[in-house]
Nanobody, 127 residues
Framework: QVQLVESGGGLVQAGGSLRLGCVFS????????MGWFRQAPGKEREFVAA???????????YYSDSVKGRFTISRANAINTMYLQMNSLKPEDTAVYYC?????????????????WGQGTQVTVSS
């Protein structure tokens, strides 16, 4: 049974940092794109960042314009964990953050391309 479990959310002041973690089980997702999405109240689920596996087995990250330069996605395959380091947080970053896994290694940003989801973790940034 595949499971993704997020952690690390919380309340932080604007300009602060948080690191989200996503532990996955039931599959190593070694050859799958994994990513982070977020959803604020009344808004659609939004792509944040993802890691895909390219030629030679090297992972590469890509980001939405709204978080580029502030967030960093990474993964530690040895412990089946993916991270999202979030720096210089802004009030507009407030949302429930979800980790997700796709079925292959393609570069994808649409949430419909991801078949596995965690339950989400709340991030609140105060001004």
């Amino acid at each position: 049974q595949v499971q993704l479990v997020e952690s690390g959310g919380g309340l932080v002041q604007a300009g602060g940092s948080l690191r989200l973690g996503c532990v996955f089980s039931g599959s190593t997702f070694v050859s799958s794109t994994m990513g982070w999405f977020r959803q604020a109240p009344g808004k659609e689920r939004e792509f944040v960042a993802a890691l895909s596996r390219g030629g030679g087995g090297v992972y590469y990250g890509y980001y939405s314009d709204s978080v580029k330069g502030r967030f960093t996605i990474s993964r530690a395959n040895a412990i089946n964990t993916m991270y999202l380091q979030m720096n210089s947080l802004k009030p507009e970053d407030t949302a429930v953050y979800y980790c997700a896994a796709a079925s292959d290694a393609r570069r994808v940003t649409e949430h419909t391309e991801f078949g596995y989801w965690g339950q989400g973790t709340q991030v609140t940034v105060s001004s």
